[in-house]
């Protein structure tokens, strides 16, 4: 199956740690990625981590990946008002030759001050 | 560098007519290129892989004849929505996957808003 689930919505205090979860269902996912969108706009991609990794830490951005479980998250340290946007996680699937992305449903972030 | 222009932003066309959206790789070539089409409140969903030079692959339940796909060059692909219909109303997002890029990154365009009335 190609399914991929974010809880909708996230509310978090300035200067506060968030925290945004994926799971997905298909073992054979190369890459995983997350994304950024803000209203009206495209993606923007935020950091992605390769299948055979646990964690990869890139400034205040950590993905943890747990294989076992096809969970995904994305923690964001000291979070900002500029990052309230939509998350979303991908998976990227090769099928053949090719390889695309399945997206989650996405997760809108609220920063409150 | 990494930039994906999307051609129009925003687009109010009437029910019939045709409208034709430019996805272009600024600095960089992809053979290959994505359409996606996104409802408000929703996730992306993939419509098709657009390949230079080949046929595009659509995803099941797109009507390919609806979608018109052109991938003429290196940088440029063209997704034409055909006699449209106010349902075909949505966010049009493309994506180019670099040639020479290591980790099969897409780079997404700003999207296009697609308006029929």
């Known amino acids: 199956g190609e399914d991929v689930e974010q809880s909708l919505f996230l509310s978090v205090r300035e200067g506060d740690s968030s925290v945004i979860n994926c799971t997905y269902t298909d073992s054979s996912s190369t890459y995983l990625y997350w994304y950024k969108q803000e209203p009206g706009a495209g993606l923007q991609l935020l950091t992605y981590?390769?299948?055979?990794?646990d964690m990869k830490q890139d400034q205040r951005l950590t993905v943890l990946l747990n294989k076992k479980d096809k969970h995904l998250s994305l923690r964001i340290a000291d979070t900002q008002t500029g990052d309230s946007a939509i998350y979303f996680c991908a998976e990227s699937i090769r099928t053949g030759t090719a390889s695309k992305l399945t997206f989650g449903t996405g997760t809108r972030l609220q920063v409150t001050l | 560098g990494a930039v994906v222009s999307q051609h129009p932003s925003r687009v109010i066309c009437k029910s019939g007519t045709s409208v034709k959206i430019e996805c272009r790789s600024l600095?960089?070539?992809?053979?290959?290129m994505f359409w996606y089409r996104q409802f408000p409140k929703q996730s992306l969903m993939l419509m098709a892989t657009s390949n230079e030079g080949s046929k595009a692959t659509y995803e099941q339940g797109v009507e390919k004849d609806k979608f018109l796909i052109n991938h003429a060059s290196l940088t440029l692909s063209t997704l034409t929505v055909t006699s449209a219909h106010p349902e075909d109303s949505s966010f049009y997002i493309c994506?180019?996957?670099?040639?020479?890029?290591?980790?099969?990154?897409?780079?997404f365009g700003p999207g296009t808003r697609l308006t029929v009335t």
């Open positions: 994506s180019a996957r670099d040639l020479g890029g290591l980790t099969y990154e897409q780079y």
């Open positions: 600095d960089f070539q992809a053979t290959t």
């Open positions: 981590i390769f299948s055979n990794m």
